[in-house]
């Protein structure tokens, strides 16, 4: 069974970078990608992005420019960095497993992190 | 990128069936047979409930089902039970190799 387990700082200030990271426990890690996504508070989901084991990233164009995915394959990980978080930003996020080419659904996900950002 | 169009509320009385919409676009729902969708209760992370449109993972009720007609997909739950009272999200790939998720829909069990 597979599972995600992710961590990151909780509480931010306006202007600061987000940093979580999820490390992937018990099966492949090459042969699907993995994304990021967030749900502010009383709202719905909103894909962040997608890394495959290769680095092979695709971006939500909503956040423009400010977000950034990377991949650990020594550790099983991946992370993701939003700069320059404000209010809006405020979301529990999710780490996910995306199934791979051909099939593109969700299976897989972490316990979500709760993001705060006050001034 | 617009999110897909769910309607917001939806309710049914027990041993009941509902059916929740959603609507993409051409490049969306309409594309590609990438339709999947999430049951999500209060405090939890999304549940799989259907992929690739109409396909069930092991271990889910089949009397949750789904369907796609052009640019529209649906998610049926027969039978209603308490215990589908949730959020329900619909999720597909795009022609910008980029994924969007509608709106979200709540689930009322009356």
């Known amino acids: 069974q597979v599972h995600l387990q992710q961590w990151g700082a909780g509480l931010l200030k306006t202007s600061e970078t987000l940093s979580l990271t999820c490390a992937v426990y018990?099966?492949?890690?090459?042969?699907?990608?993995w994304s990021w996504i967030r749900q502010p508070p009383g709202k719905g989901l909103e894909w962040l992005g997608k890394?495959?084991?290769?680095?092979?990233?695709n971006y939500n164009p909503s956040l423009k420019g400010r977000v950034t995915i990377s991949v650990d394959t020594s550790k099983n990980q991946f992370s993701l960095k939003l700069n320059s978080v404000t209010a809006a930003d405020t979301a529990v996020y999710y780490c996910?497993?995306?199934?791979?080419?051909?099939?593109?659904?969700?299976?897989?996900w972490g316990q979500g992190s709760r993001v705060t950002v006050s001034s | 990128q617009s999110a897909l169009t769910q309607p917001a509320s939806v309710s049914g009385s027990p041993g009941q069936s509902i059916t929740i919409s959603c609507t993409g676009t051409?490049?969306?729902?309409?594309?590609?047979?990438?339709v999947s969708w999430y049951q999500q209760h209060p405090g939890k992370a999304p549940k799989l409930m259907i992929y690739?449109?109409?396909d069930r993972p092991s271990g889910v009720s089949n009397r949750f089902s789904g369907s796609k007609s052009g640019n529209t997909a649906s998610l049926t739950i027969s039978g209603l039970q308490a215990e589908d009272e949730a959020d329900y999200y619909c999720?597909?790939?795009?022609?910008?190799?980029?994924?969007?998720f509608g709106g979200g829909t709540k689930l009322t069990v009356l």
């Open positions: 051409s490049t969306d729902v309409g594309a590609y047979d990438f």
């Open positions: 890394i495959n084991h290769s680095g092979s990233v």
């Open positions: 018990i099966g492949s890690f090459s042969g699907y990608y």
């Open positions: 999720s597909s790939y795009t022609s910008s190799t980029t994924v969007l």
């Open positions: 996910a497993r995306l199934s791979g080419p051909g099939t593109y659904y969700f299976d897989y």
């Open positions: 690739a449109v109409s």
